[in-house]
């Protein structure tokens, strides 16, 4: 009895010592895989050929044709295939870089619009201040009150003073006007140099010219909108037309600000664009909406196609003229093949060209569809509608002539 419960208790220990051989195994093995699994979900597992374009390993990198591939001698083609930048951005593509500027400086052009917003300058000059028509000054005495009063200088430049009648002091500054006073009033009083004068109002021609383009819906100061007329000039308060066409903005701030130094000075003003005059493309010919088109950023041959739906069957890609009128209004035009481009078959076309204000693209039909409208005008519409005789032919041989049905 004692020997069988014996045998028992060794089988026990055998079955524990096996299970827990099991139980150590399968915990290794599950460790293992978790381990792969966590290496092969890790960025630094990307392979070697991958790792140098590829952002993480949901954004593997994309290969295709970069028309900086190329050498100058011809256009890259598809063999030039390779890894190219595509997705820098990852998610934020649609926001694209920022790209190098369309134009180094943009010129003003006939019906732009262009806001002037005024400001009278707080600065401090080295040079004195010369009065000018509507600044007011105090005249004071020590020895007669009669002479104290406050004086406008009038549109001739001068002012009246009590026994001295009208006094020129425009353009002069108020130490000349106080010697000159104290100079002219020596054979009325005794007593030299007993009148003070002081400055009151000035820059009133300045502030006279803001009231004058105060509007509430300008932001920034004073403005004024104005648009570039048909001539290329502009129309401004108190300096009328003054050359716009062609110049940058900081070159009209400068023309614009020496001319009304002249008029106010102690003004301050600033040109900002609005708006833009509008840029249109033509299309015209064998697309399925031609028209014209509003040019709103830069404008390549193929995105002008698109603005008008495509070509339409028959349409000549091979041949697409571009027509353009130069500086002096002189015509120009050249011809494009976008064929291999719009099927595919070339990757970086030269014939992709950048488009100009009021270019016009024109699609021609091609050779067979020429050929087609010949053959409608001629013999549908043209002699044979005129004389009903039809043609016609079997296969074994034998033809016949008739009257066509219908007439």
């Known amino acids: 009895m004692a020997v069988l419960e014996r045998k028992n208790e060794s089988r026990r220990d055998g079955e524990t010592t096996v299970s827990s051989y099991l139980s150590v195994s399968l915990h290794l093995l599950l460790s293992v895989a978790l381990a792969t699994t966590a290496a092969a979900q890790s960025p630094a597992f990307l392979c070697a050929a991958c790792s140098a374009g590829g952002v993480n390993p949901c954004q593997p990198p994309i290969a295709g044709v970069d028309c900086a591939m190329g050498t100058g001698c011809g256009e890259v083609q598809w063999n030039a295939w390779g890894p190219i930048p595509w997705q820098a951005f990852g998610q934020g593509e649609y926001v694209g870089p920022a790209r190098l500027p369309h134009v180094p400086e943009y010129r003003i052009r006939v019906d732009d619009l262009v806001e002037f917003v005024y400001r009278l300058k707080r600065d401090e000059v080295n040079r004195p201040y010369l009065l000018d028509v509507g600044d007011e000054i105090q005249l004071d005495s020590v020895i007669d009150e009669k002479l104290n009063r406050r004086v406008i200088v009038q549109p001739d430049g001068t002012v009246d003073l009590l026994l001295l009648g009208p006094v020129k002091v425009a353009r002069k500054t108020i130490e000349q006007i106080r010697d000159e006073f104290n100079e002219l009033y020596k054979k009325y009083y005794r007593i030299p140099d007993h009148i003070n004068v002081m400055r009151i109002t000035t820059q009133v021609k300045a502030n006279d010219f803001l009231a004058s383009v105060n509007n509430r819906f300008f932001t920034g100061g004073q403005g004024k909108q104005v648009r570039v007329t048909p001539e ?176």
């Open 232 to 407: 290329g000039t502009i129309s401004l308060p108190s300096i009328g037309v003054v050359p716009a066409q062609g110049l940058t903005l900081p070159e009209l701030r400068r023309e614009v600000q020496e001319r009304y130094i002249t008029v106010a000075d102690g003004l301050e003003m600033t040109p900002i664009l609005v708006t833009r005059a509008p840029r249109f493309v033509y299309v015209v010919g064998e697309v399925r909406s031609p028209g014209r088109y509003e040019m709103t950023q830069p404008t390549t041959a193929m995105m002008a196609l698109a603005m008008a739906g495509h070509r339409v069957i028959g349409g000549n890609l091979r041949e697409i003229v571009v027509f353009r009128r130069a500086e002096d209004w002189r015509l120009l035009a050249t011809r494009l093949d976008l064929n291999g481009a719009l099927n595919a078959e070339r990757p970086s076309p030269s014939d992709e060209i950048w488009l100009r204000d009021s270019d016009i693209v024109m699609v021609p039909r091609m050779p067979i569809r020429r050929a087609n409208d010949l053959i409608e005008m001629y013999f549908t519409r043209g002699i044979y509608s005129v004389f009903p005789i039809g043609f016609g032919y079997s296969l074994n041989g034998t033809s016949s002539v008739g009257i066509s049905p219908g007439h």
